[in-house]
């Protein structure tokens, strides 16, 4: 018995041992044209064994490229897309800048802050006022999603102050959403989320069976 600890190591272990066999058979085919026809039929079956590919821009040039990394860029073939170069695999990408803006409260977020700002800019009246108002809202159940607890109304406008510099004021005999309605939104957010998560999990289990049935 042959153990896979005896074998080479797959190099793409998505694509499984017998596809790198194809591939390391077809490197030694000494005819061009056969072995170009060789390459043309693994990379169909390639793209057949992982249709999530196809949901990837240009999936057939992705085919290619891994169809020469299996091979260690050893097999000569006439691909229809530039041919990666070993070296490229090598090459580390570029160090991404961590953001040098500071958040003044975690549980908005910039993003938040950014509307705040925007909110601010616009001319007095009563639209303002009642965008202001949803977006206290929304900060109370971005507050809530944090911290799981309850919040006075005071806070939230004292924050929404905070963050437009004193541009943005409510009256304080303005009630925003009870905490309980705001909880129960949230927690309903989640099972959404949640039952999406499943669908998903679920549809690529049956791509999976229906793969192993054929």
Same mark, same amino acid.
């Given at each position: 018995? %042959?153990?896979?600890?005896? !074998? /080479?190591?797959?190099?793409?272990?998505?694509? =499984? !041992?017998?596809?790198?066999?194809?591939?390391?058979?077809?490197?030694?085919?000494?005819?061009?044209?056969?072995? /170009?026809?060789?390459?043309?039929?693994?990379?169909?079956?390639? =793209?057949?064994l992982n249709p999530q590919l196809q949901n990837i821009t240009d999936f057939r040039h992705k085919l290619w490229d891994h169809l020469f990394v299996i091979s260690d860029f050893?097999? @000569?073939?006439?691909?229809?897309?530039?041919?990666?170069? +070993?070296?490229?695999?090598?090459?580390?990408?570029?160090?991404?800048?961590?953001?040098? &803006?500071?958040? +003044?409260?975690?549980?908005? =977020?910039?993003?938040? %802050?950014?509307?705040?700002?925007?909110?601010? %800019?616009?001319?007095? =009246?009563?639209? +303002?006022?009642?965008?202001?108002?949803?977006?206290? &809202?929304?900060?109370?159940?971005?507050?809530?999603?944090? /911290? !799981? @607890?309850?919040?006075?109304?005071?806070?939230?406008?004292?924050?929404? %102050? +905070?963050?437009?510099?004193?541009?943005?004021?409510?009256?304080?005999?303005?009630?925003?959403?009870h905490t309980n309605e705001l909880l129960t939104l949230s927690k309903e957010k989640e099972r959404e989320r949640e039952r999406d998560r499943k669908q998903n999990r679920g549809?690529? /289990?049956?791509?999976? &069976? !229906?793969?192993?049935?054929?």
């Open positions: 018995m %042959e153990y896979n600890t005896s !074998r /080479n190591r797959l190099v793409i272990p998505e694509y =499984g !041992r017998n596809i790198q066999m194809m591939i390391e058979h077809a490197i030694t085919i000494e005819d061009r044209e056969k072995r /170009n026809s060789a390459a043309k039929a693994i990379v169909a079956v390639m =793209g057949y050893k097999l @000569d073939v006439d691909s229809p897309y530039p041919i990666p170069s +070993k070296d490229s695999l090598k090459s580390k990408p570029q160090r991404v800048s961590y953001p040098n &803006n500071k958040i +003044k409260f975690k549980y908005y =977020g910039t993003q938040m %802050e950014n509307m705040i700002a925007k909110i601010a %800019e616009m001319v007095e =009246g009563e639209k +303002k006022v009642q965008i202001t108002q949803n977006i206290a &809202n929304f900060m109370k159940m971005s507050y809530l999603t944090w /911290n !799981r @607890d309850t919040v006075d109304d005071s806070t939230i406008l004292g924050h929404l %102050e +905070k963050l437009s510099e004193s541009k943005l004021k409510l009256s304080e005999t303005v009630k925003l959403n549809g690529r /289990n049956n791509n999976k &069976n !229906r793969r192993r049935k054929k």
